[in-house]
């Protein structure tokens, strides 16, 4: 860092990577704050997946701008997950609340070795940055709960199924029964589900 801090200028229409900095005259003690109330449980019933995650970036909170960190808060119905993903820009650290969760992530090719634990209450786990990872909750009865820091202002968020299957246009039906060796009406069907953002 230049400076002390380089709180976000959400107004600015000037284009770089990341945010241009707020006049430091400007800044106010709201720009490191957010009532996020990360205390009270989000509602996993609208969820097809059955978790929200409540991602707290530069976008909430403008004083993480250059800090190389965000946070998020991830519920867990009973049997819900986190689907596999990866954060192009982020490793991730996960603690968990309440509950249970099955999570894992796997290694680049040609491995593709799978690291994975069953994680209780305080129990921790690391995702490093760019590995497809994900968390399941295995109680069918009982919701989970977790916090994950992640090592940028904006980690991003790709879910597998969601870029394979679900991409605006969608990948040709002949590339992905290729790459799956699947039938091609598989795929079709596949891409007609609707995939959650």
């Known amino acids: 860092p230049l400076q002390d801090f380089c709180v976000a200028d959400n107004s600015s229409h000037v284009f770089v990577n990341g945010f ?3 006049d430091p005259k400007e800044v106010t003690a709201e720009d490191f704050f957010l009532a996020a109330k990360l205390d009270m449980p989000r509602d996993t019933k609208m969820s097809k997946v059955g978790s929200i995650v ?21 519920d867990y119905a009973p049997l819900g997950e986190n689907p596999p993903h990866t954060h192009p820009r982020a490793s991730e650290i ?27 209450k305080g129990d ?7 590995l497809i990872h994900f968390q ?10 977790a916090i994950a820091g992640l090592s940028s202002q904006n980690p991003g968020a790709i879910t597998i199924a969601n870029a394979v299957f679900g991409s605006k246009p969608p ?21 007609a589900q609707f995939w959650a953002r």
């Open 20 to 22: 241009v900095c707020k």
């Open 54 to 74: 409540t991602l707290l970036n530069v976008m909430r909170i403008p004083g993480l701008n250059t800090l190389g960190i965000s946070l998020a808060r991830i």
């Open 94 to 120: 996960l603690t968990v609340l309440e509950g249970t969760l099955y999570v894992g992530f796997v290694t680049s090719n040609p491995d593709n070795k799978l690291f994975w634990k069953v994680l209780n």
């Open 124 to 130: 921790v786990f690391v995702f490093p940055q760019g």
């Open 136 to 145: 399941f909750n295995p109680n069918p009865y009982k919701p989970a709960v």
């Open 171 to 191: 990948i040709s039906d002949d590339v992905l029964a290729k790459a799956f060796q699947v039938e091609k009406k598989t795929v079709d069907w596949l891409q």
